[in-house]
């Protein structure tokens, strides 16, 4: 498998969304959490967790101001503070937004999206030399194609449309890692879907076993399409990607066709819910490539409980022989709801509120706990 290209095992995720939200408002969360004013300060507080890698977003809708002409000023701030504070970059090309000219049905979208990841590619390496580049070119696309194509929560606000979303979603994913990798061969690609578990209402018919069965496997759809276990094409195939990431919540399990969460913390808990461990392992059996844990936290006074599940599980997880290569803490720093931003969720390692967007309280409870799994998963980790 080879050594790993991460600077460090734990990574920390900064919120990059500036998709459209459910009301059709612009929402760039890297200026309203202030990372990108304090990008320094937030790269310094890192080292006292020892995390030396972390995910940022470039933000389409503000590099690409007019069709294919680019302005990467903030980028270039962002992999200068990096360099500064000897912190390594994954980039998402799209995390969540598109210019607001663009949605993933407009016929030239994928044109547009192989536009800016070639320009991005150039720029990125024609201020940084060194090193691996390490990209994910759309984030989630499984969710955001559900969002916006079956939900009408953002672009392009539809529904009975998700097909059609993650279909051009992943036709310009694809067309995407050729072209960069065409200027940059060496250059890596992290994947960043959820992985959840679907199950059936207690006591189901064979009928309900069957539809949650199928609902689970869904799930994998916009990876089998990257890999080419369908729609073969597109053009996908296993050797696009590099690392399987996914992301992983408290609320990612819930019963079929009625969408009740499965409680985590009961101390009576329900025999449907699945450990991760056992999840991360039927991924790496399907597609057999490295994992990350490219996303995962918790809002609230659970936070920490939250952490010592999910070091408990990743433990489990590398005993049974999953290449676990990462987890990563997102988001690092609090954020606003996209659709309601007057409500911050107190889910990052250092709060903030409507009052003090820009604060950083920490969480000293759960700076605690990352510390003891970065302990506990030292002579686990491959």
């Not at 940022?56 to 992999?79: A, C, Q």
């Amino acid at each position: 498998m080879g050594a790993s290209p991460f600077k460090s095992f734990w990574m920390a995720g900064y919120e990059c969304s500036d998709q459209l939200n459910h009301y059709g408002d612009r929402v760039d969360l890297l200026t309203l959490t202030g990372h990108i004013d304090k990008i320094q300060e937030d790269y310094s507080l890192l080292k006292e967790l020892n995390i030396a890698t972390v995910r940022e977003g470039i933000r389409w809708s503000k590099v690409e101001y007019k069709p294919y002409e680019y302005d990467f000023s903030t980028v270039e701030l962002m992999i200068h503070a990096g360099k500064v504070q000897g912190i390594q970059q994954i980039w998402d090309i799209c995390h969540f937004g598109y210019p607001d000219d663009l949605s993933p049905l407009h016929p030239h979208f994928a044109r547009r999206f192989v536009s800016l990841c070639e320009a991005f590619v150039r720029f990125y390496r024609q201020h940084s030399t060194e090193g691996k580049l390490i990209v994910t070119p759309i984030n989630e696309v499984g969710f955001i194609s559900w969002l916006g194509g079956d939900h009408a929560s953002t672009t392009p606000y539809c529904r009975g449309m998700g097909w059609d979303v993650k279909y051009s979603l992943v036709r310009a994913y694809i067309l995407g890692i050729n072209a960069m990798r065409a200027i940059d061969p060496e250059l890596l690609i992290m994947t960043t879907e959820p992985i959840v578990n679907i199950v059936p209402v207690e006591q189901p018919s064979a009928a309900e076993i069957l539809i949650a069965n199928e609902q689970h496997e869904l799930q994998y759809q916009a990876l089998d399409m990257l890999t080419g276990r369908i729609c073969p094409e597109l053009g996908g195939h296993p050797g696009l990607i590099d690392y399987m990431g996914f992301n992983f919540y408290y609320n990612n399990q819930w019963v079929s066709n009625v969408f009740d969460c499965l409680p985590w913390a009961n101390l009576d808990p329900d025999p449907r819910w699945r450990g991760l461990s056992s999840l991360l392992l039927e991924a790496y059996h399907r597609y057999e490539k490295p994992l990350v844990l490219a996303e995962t936290s918790h809002p609230g006074e659970h936070r920490p409980n939250w952490i010592e599940l999910i070091t408990k599980e990743s433990v489990k997880a590398l005993a049974f022989g999953v290449p676990l290569m990462g987890i990563c803490l997102y988001p690092i720093i609090d954020r606003p709801d996209w659709d309601h931003l007057h409500i911050w969720h107190h889910s990052g390692l250092w709060d903030a509120s409507t009052e003090n967007p820009f604060a950083r309280w920490k969480c000293e409870s759960y700076a605690e706990a990352i510390m003891e799994s970065q302990v506990l998963l030292a002579g686990h980790i491959f």
